[in-house]
């Protein structure tokens, strides 16, 4: 079976200990989280989670109805690339010594739309939001003039492109049938 990025959305209430439930879901089934979020989502005391793993289908699949039977889970969803929005944020720092000396550094910065927050004589903070592969480019192309002193870039963060949201149409509906 080809494995392939895929992209779980969980919403679960606010309680201590949901997290480590989800991600022992992962690890009995020996599969690897390669980034996850945890927010509070638009709906009250609900929180979304964005996990990112490489799978095939049929196991994602399984992860996700397993991760939906944990009792505090309202829903889990796969995902699939072309139904959400992707984010992720990047933050470097880098010499700000190399980058005065090496005028390629702010050109890069520039090409890629990234930002400079903070200067000093030492270092430099640098932002960027995007998709993976281009902050991946980005910082490749920074670290080849060796100018990355420290590097950090959030997971996935997403939205879908449906313009209704199951989750509270499942919360109407659990919110009926307890009335």
Same mark, same amino acid.
């Given at each position: ?6 992209t ?5 209430e ?19 989280? @390669? ?20 799978? *095939? ?23 699939? *690339?072309? $139904?959400?929005? +992707? ?7 880098i &010499? ?22 903070e &200067? ?26 060796n ?11 997403? +939205?879908?492109?449906?313009?209704? $949201? ?8 659990? @919110?009926?049938?307890?009335?």
């Amino acid at each position: 079976m080809e494995k392939k990025l895929y992209t779980l959305i969980v919403h679960s209430e606010n309680i201590a200990g949901i997290l480590s439930q989800i991600t022992a879901v992962f690890t009995r089934l020996q599969v690897n989280i @390669e980034s996850l979020n945890v927010s509070a989502s638009s709906i009250k005391g609900i929180h979304k989670y964005t996990i990112t793993a490489y799978s *095939d289908e049929e196991q994602i699949y399984k992860i996700s109805r397993l991760i939906e039977k944990k009792i505090d889970v309202l829903q889990s969803r796969v995902m699939t *690339d072309d $139904e959400i929005f +992707i984010q992720e944020v990047v933050l470097m720092k880098i &010499s700000t010594p190399v980058m005065l000396n090496n005028e390629n550094v702010c050109k890069t910065i520039r090409e890629h739309n990234a930002q400079i927050l903070e &200067s000093n004589h030492t270092y430099s903070v640098v932002t960027m939001t995007g998709k993976t592969d281009q902050i991946m480019d980005l910082y490749f192309s920074l670290d080849e003039m060796n100018c990355v002193l420290q590097y950090s870039r959030t997971g996935r963060i997403v +939205i879908t492109k449906s313009t209704e $949201e199951p989750l509270s149409d499942k919360l109407a509906k659990l @919110e009926r049938e307890n009335h």
